[in-house]
Nanobody, 115 residues
Framework: QVQLVESGGGLVQTGGSLRLSCAASRSEGRLHVMGWYRQASGKERELVATITAGGIRNYGDSVKGRFTISRDNAKNTVWLQMNSLKPDDTAVYYC?????????WGQGTQVTVSS
């Protein structure tokens, strides 16, 4: 069973930056897709960004131009660099990974952006 462990959340002011990390353990072989989703209070979970093992990136419309996703395949680790943060970015951010037909989620890390 793959385990995803996130770190890097916290409280930041509007316009600030944070960097989230997610490390996958107990994975035999490469994870095909890794990425981040978020869920704000009272809202549905939404895509933030994903990246394939080949480096193809996909971003949610609300974060394009502000967030950057990257990964290290050898370490099964993915990062999310978040710049120009806004109060609307406040949410629990979940690491996500896919391997073949299986999907895995982290426990979530809180990001709060104060105005």
């Amino acid at each position: 069973q793959v385990q995803l462990v996130e770190s890097g959340g916290g409280l930041v002011q509007t316009g600030g930056s944070l960097r989230l990390s997610c490390a996958a353990s107990r994975s035999e072989g490469r994870l095909h897709v890794m990425g981040w989703y978020r869920q704000a209070s009272g809202k549905e979970r939404e895509l933030v960004a994903t990246i394939t093992a080949g480096g193809i990136r996909n971003y949610g419309d609300s974060v394009k131009g502000r967030f950057t996703i990257s990964r290290d395949n050898a370490k099964n680790t993915v990062w999310l660099q978040m710049n120009s943060l806004k109060p609307d970015d406040t949410a629990v951010y979940y690491c996500h990974a896919k391997k073949m037909v299986s999907t895995y989620w982290g426990q979530g890390t809180q990001v709060t952006v104060s105005s």
